[in-house]
């Protein structure tokens, strides 16, 4: 089979290899798309980060060179578990987990000691076809489009985000960062009830974009200042809850600081040491909640997608073949900033 492989940064080779057999409780797919996310441009960029390279990751027991590809679905084509049939087409939650620690056992697998991901800790789907637990995998009803699917990941991040938050009916809050979580977020905060939706970007075609998810407003950083227009729209109140998905200390700022007292600010994005305030969040008793990976949330994104209620695929601004990956895929992504979310085929799935 084809795959794209990691050896280093600005060095994914595409080459040939032999598939891996089958252990029990492993499927095979035939991946339909794989989405680029922004830690797979983070490894191309300057990584590894998350790709084991020294010690082999303990569940998946792969270490670099590594295939990358955590966002993807496609069909069932082998299996070594007798709950999945081959033929099945699937989503895929690329969370591994042990199954056995205090977290795993409490059902909070995305806190598994051992966690990882599909893709990042171990062999992903930018290949033809791509070895994983049965238990990551979710059957597609035909009312999903593989296109929509594949964007169920990052779809996922935003979800548990939504749900870790303290959210109510009808609260007023802000998101900053419209990358594809952040876009994603604004749209399961309009399904999940929220009031007030204020999109913050510096891209005018993403905040566009969010208007068109279920912003109420889009603030252009560069125009106008954050705190204010949240303020603004919130008759000088201030957002009940403000997420940060994009990783950056100036977004971390303006999170916060449009806050109400008793504010919470949900902390998607991945980024370094940041600074902040702590006086000012004991005296306006401001929440900070983390929010990794997502647990639990596949089975209603499927559900709401089958039903019309959401369209995942929304985010999605470009289709390539497997070969094209790099130029078309994580290159064009690093200086073309009007591209969102960039699905690849690996098998020609181009039409579908």
């Known amino acids: 089979m084809k795959a794209l492989r990691w050896h280093g940064p600005r060095d994914l080779r595409l080459v040939e290899l032999v598939e891996p057999v089958l ?4 499927v095979r797919i035939s991946v339909a798309y794989c989405g680029i996310c922004g830690s797979d441009l983070h490894e191309y960029v300057d990584g590894p980060h998350a790709i ?3 010690c082999p990751h303990p569940i998946s027991r792969r270490r670099a060179p590594m295939t990358l590809g955590h966002e993807f679905c496609g069909t069932v084509v082998e299996s070594a578990d007798p709950g999945v049939r081959a033929g099945t087409r699937v989503a895929v939650e690329p969370e591994y987990r042990c199954g056995h620690c205090d977290y795993c056992r409490m059902g909070q697998y995305n806190r598994c000691v051992d966690m990882g991901f599909v893709g990042l800790m171990g062999d992903g ?5 791509v070895v994983v637990p049965s238990y990551t995998v979710h059957p597609l009803p035909d009312e999903v489009s593989y296109v929509q699917a594949a964007a169920f990941e990052p779809a996922a991040v935003a979800l548990h985000a939504v749900r870790s938050s303290g959210l109510r009916a ?25 009031g007030e939706i204020i999109a913050v970007d510096v891209d005018a075609h993403r905040l566009a974009l969010a208007g068109a998810m279920g912003a109420s407003r889009v603030v252009d950083a560069t125009r106008e200042d954050s705190t204010s227009a949240v303020l603004a729209a919130t008759s000088g109140r ?25 504010g919470e600010a949900v902390l998607v994005g991945l980024m370094g040491k940041a600074q902040v305030d702590i006086f000012d969040i004991v005296n306006r008793e401001l929440r900070l909640t983390g929010s990794v990976g997502y647990r639990d949330v596949f089975p209603t994104l499927i559900a709401w997608t089958a039903a019309g209620r959401i369209d995942p695929s929304a985010i999605v601004t470009r289709k390539v073949p497997l070969a094209q990956a790099v130029p078309h895929g994580f290159d064009a992504l690093l200086v073309d900033k009007g591209q969102v979310k960039v699905l690849v085929s690996p098998n020609d799935y181009l039409t579908v």
């Open 52 to 54: 084991p390279v020294d």
């Open 125 to 129: 789907a930018f290949a033809e076809t």
């Open 238 to 262: 201030g957002a009940a809850i403000a997420f940060e998905v994009a990783g950056e200390q100036g977004t971390l700022d303006g999170a916060l600081a449009c806050l109400r007292k008793g």
């Open 170 to 194: 009808g609260d007023a809050c802000a998101v900053f960062g419209m990358g594809p979580v952040g876009l994603l977020t604004v749209a399961l905060l309009r399904q999940c009830g929220a």
């Open 23 to 26: 252990e029990t409780g492993e």
